[in-house]
């Protein structure tokens, strides 16, 4: 009797301890895996810190131009992004009120010469939207008829750019960039600003600076 109790405490024993050897064994796997989870999702956070950034141009919105821009990541040195930017505002009073109500979409390829999202890039652009201007004042002396006239219509064009990003922190970027192009311009043209006959239209093509952009970004 005292052989096969003492043969039961043996085998409870032995049961015991490999029992609590396979629970050790499941909480090491358990903690290796947890361990691996976390550094996966720290890795796929730090690749999509990389891959996706919402922007606006600072200079659009000194000119009381709202704007928003996405920039994305296509390889490793290849992005793609997209601004909208909305001007409604008119300012003054009668007849002499001055606005140039606008909107704009303007996509963007871009090839950097280090890595994305950080140093040089070129890139090709295009742009589209309508407009609605009077009594404006444009840069070096273009389309001077807009200063006693109201123009509106829509425009299309395209463009070469450079730009240089700055890294500032692990969210936040800066980049400058300048492009040049082309654009073709439908336009109907008014006397007045509020109203009058259509006194003429046509089309305009516009060469030189299509692009100018001081941005800030917030990467995620």
Sequence with gaps: ?????????IKGSNFAAN??????????????????????????GTAMAQQVALKTN????????????????????????VFYALNPWKFGRGEDRKYLKHWVV??????W??????????????????????HVKMPLGWWKELRDNRFEGWY????????YQWVLSRHWNLEASLGVGAAYIDYQKFACGECGK?????????????KLALSIMYMF
């Design 1 to 9: 009797m005292r052989q096969n109790a003492n043969r039961h405490k």
């Design 19 to 44: 029992f609590l050897d396979t629970n050790k064994k499941m909480k090491k796997l358990k903690n290796i895996i947890t361990l691996s989870v976390v550094c996966w999702l720290a890795s796929l």
């Design 58 to 81: 600072l200079l659009y919105d000194a000119a009381t131009t709202p704007n928003i821009g996405m920039e994305v990541g296509l390889g490793r040195k290849t992005t793609a992004q």
């Design 106 to 111: 303007n996509p963007e390829v871009r090839y």
């Design 113 to 134: 010469l280090c890595q994305r999202f950080n140093g040089s890039f070129f890139g090709v652009h295009a742009f589209g939207g309508q407009y609605n201007a009077s």
């Design 156 to 163: 299309v064009g395209a463009g070469v750019s450079y730009g």
């Design 198 to 210: 259509k006194m003429d239209d046509g089309h305009k093509t516009y060469v030189g600076p299509t």
